[in-house]
């Protein structure tokens, strides 16, 4: 979504939405912005006169509110929308990313580095489409999965995992291999400005919340000056979690960079063998492990600098 139309999507994650119910929330308010918009000309700037035009246009719309009944959103939140209260600017800004734990922090600062690779790598504007970003996070942790490092295994009931890598579980859509919380961390990202995401093309590739249009994802000028930053520190890992972890990055950038979306899905399924696995079953669970702020230099740094960003 572009970047004035966050707070769209960001209210439809508020309200509780998910998956497809908010896909097609997102697909009416959208229908209704741009018919709004064209009667109402243009903001200065995307600020209070605009959350109180989308409050008062959009969201007390008659069909977004039928849309939310009929999706059984409870009625405190409905009447929010009825009566044009939705906390915009709380929802668009969502959590500032030093609201995290040290844990997330590093998923985070990985996933923008995923990013700043891939671009580089690909000599592309974007990563070309939610769908194949949500795969390289997928084949970066299979790699990690599969690559005997020495580092400490952790065995659970999820199953044998190297503790290192993102902390996302990865079950199976329609897609291939998908992680909600994964795209919950790129929409914090979006939220805090580090990452953009623009529709570089009108079909869509099949991905959660990607039906009807194909995203681009490429880091923000903030994203850029924030791993310019500590990009020496992403390139001498001490810790051998972190070293292994960009090591298989790197990996599955390498593998997914010259693929097509078929290409790419036929390669995770040759991978992961998923094809016969039923759709909802976990594909991959999540690193097992947590960093310590106070045992690992590494990995206070990136605090420090995120303190000071």
């Known amino acids: 979504m572009v970047n004035e139309w966050a707070a769209l999507e960001r209210a439809g994650e508020w309200a509780g939405l998910e998956g497809t119910a908010l896909d097609e929330y997102v697909v009416l308010v959208a229908d209704i912005y741009n018919a709004e918009m064209a009667n109402y000309g243009e903001f200065e700037n995307y600020g209070e006169e605009y959350y109180q035009f989308l409050n008062n246009r959009v969201f007390a719309n008659d069909r977004v509110i039928d849309l939310l009944r009929s999706m059984d959103v409870d009625d405190e939140t409905v009447q929010t929308f009825q009566a044009g209260r939705v906390p915009v600017a709380e929802t668009y800004r969502t959590e500032r990313m030093l609201d995290h734990g040290l844990d997330e922090l590093v998923d985070l600062i990985m ?28 084949a970066t942790n299979l790699d990690l999965k599969e690559t005997q490092t020495g580092s400490i295994v952790d065995e659970s009931e999820l199953g044998l995992l190297e503790t290192t890598g993102y902390r996302y579980s990865f079950t199976k859509r329609r897609s291939g291999p998908f992680s909600k919380d994964a795209y919950t961390d790129k929409d914090r990202l979006y939220a805090n400005g580090l990452i953009e995401e623009d529709v570089i093309a009108d079909e869509g590739t099949g991905e959660v919340a990607e039906h009807e249009h194909t995203y681009g994802i490429k880091l923000s000028l903030n994203g850029e000056l924030l791993l310019n930053r500590f990009s020496d520190l992403l390139k001498n890992f001490s810790s051998d979690i972190l070293f292994y972890w960009n090591e298989s990055q790197e990996n599955a950038i390498e593998a997914l960079v010259d693929r097509t979306r078929d290409e790419i899905g036929e390669y995770i399924d040759e991978r992961a063998d998923i094809e016969d696995r039923e759709t909802g079953a976990t594909l991959l669970p999540p690193r097992q492990a947590r960093f310590e702020d106070s045992e690992d230099e590494g990995v206070g740094g990136i605090a420090e600098v995120m303190t000071n960003a």
């Open 111 to 138: 996933m923008l580095k995923l990013v700043e690779r891939y671009t580089t790598v690909a000599n592309q504007e974007y990563v070309q489409s939610r769908y194949r970003f949500q795969k390289l996070l997928f």
